[in-house]
């Protein structure tokens, strides 16, 4: 089992700036893919950002490129999500989730195995 726990979500402003932050325990030795979704009222969960822990290499949603950044510790299974520039529309319920299968696309919801209880993020305009 791995468990995940969020940090960092809150209220804010158009353009404002949030970081949150994601810690697994338990079970992590075969983590191998960490990072983000988030899901928005009455829509389906989206992916946002993960970062590949065997080469470092990390990806994102076009709709946030140029205003998150993904980082991540591998060795102490710990990733955040920098946001900068928030619009509204990226109010949602962020879940942090790890693969630990490594059996699918990266931006597919039903890659990863565990996620967070989800921390919410709104962005008033």
């Known amino acids: 089992q791995v468990q995940l726990v969020e940090s960092g979500g809150g209220l804010v402003q158009a353009g404002d700036s949030l970081r949150l932050s994601c810690a697994a325990s338990g079970r992590t030795f075969r983590t191998y893919r960490m990072g983000w979704f988030r899901q928005a009222p009455g829509k389906e969960r989206e992916f946002v950002a993960v970062?590949?822990?065997?080469?470092?290499?990390?990806y994102s949603a076009d709709s946030v490129k140029g205003r998150f950044t993904i980082s991540g510790d591998s060795a102490r299974n710990r990733v955040s999500l920098e946001m900068n520039g928030l619009k509204p529309e990226d109010t949602a319920v962020y879940y942090c989730?790890?693969?630990?299968?490594?059996?699918?696309?990266?931006?597919?919801?039903?890659?990863?195995?565990?996620w967070g209880q989800g921390t919410q993020v709104t962005v008033s305009s």
């Open positions: 970062m590949q822990w065997r080469d470092g290499s990390a």
């Open positions: 989730v790890a693969d630990t299968n490594l059996g699918g696309g990266i931006r597919s919801a039903r890659s990863y195995d565990y």
